[in-house]
């Protein structure tokens, strides 16, 4: 059955961003004479960018203030973000759910710079498509509230609204917000408690209730 709401991640699940994310935050830190640690993709993927600072700064002896540092990063993010491209199937699931009438939101844990620049980049910046930003909460995935917002935005019960995430972080956040939670990864993961592993854009049609592609 389609869900009365349905609200999207944005970084790995709307659009291929985590590697520019990850070549972004090692320019950075080389730039600052700071080796990349080799599980970096690992330890990023979907979580908000203070508490990647605190870990680099805990981690690494990251001694820049979080806005310098910041600005490190997006100098290099914002140089090659109009070359990101849509997740295959992902743009097109959001046009059809669009098309049926089906309220969604982009729900990421990214800066409201980032947000716009993506949502741009992949032909998604509508003036009336809701997004909610890092910025616009006071706790970030994996805590509920983003997704807890969506639903107040949307005038849908949580119950009735599915979440669309890549990380476990990101997945965590929909479950705790009481939401039907698909993890349609792009590598190996487990799944929260929860949460349902999706592994293709046919199988994410599937549990969207929608028609199965071709």
Known sequence: MTPKAVFWDMDGTLIDSEPLHEQSLSAALLG???????????????????????????ELGLDLPFNEWITRKYDHYFK????????????EIF????????????????DRLVVNANMKAIGLDWPTLKSISRNDVRNPKPDPE????????AGVDPADCCVI???TTGATAGVEAGMKTLLWVQEPLHPPAGAILVLSPDELR???GLPRHG
């Not at 090659?80 to 743009?91: C, K, N, W």
């Not at 046009?95 to 990214?110: M, T």
Request: glycine residues 6%.
């Open 146 to 153: 983003p997704y807890v917002h969506a639903a107040w935005l």
């Open 206 to 208: 599937y549990h969207l």
């Open 165 to 167: 995430e890549d990380s």
């Open 32 to 58: 600052l004479g700071i080796l990349p640690p080799e599980d970096l993709h690992e330890r990023i993927i979907g979580v908000a960018a203070v508490p990647v600072y605190e870990m680099l700064r805990d």
């Open 80 to 91: 090659h973000v109009t070359s990101l491209m849509p997740r295959e199937g992902a743009v």
């Open 95 to 110: 046009k059809l759910l669009h098309e049926q009438g089906i309220p969604q939101a982009i729900v990421s844990n990214s």
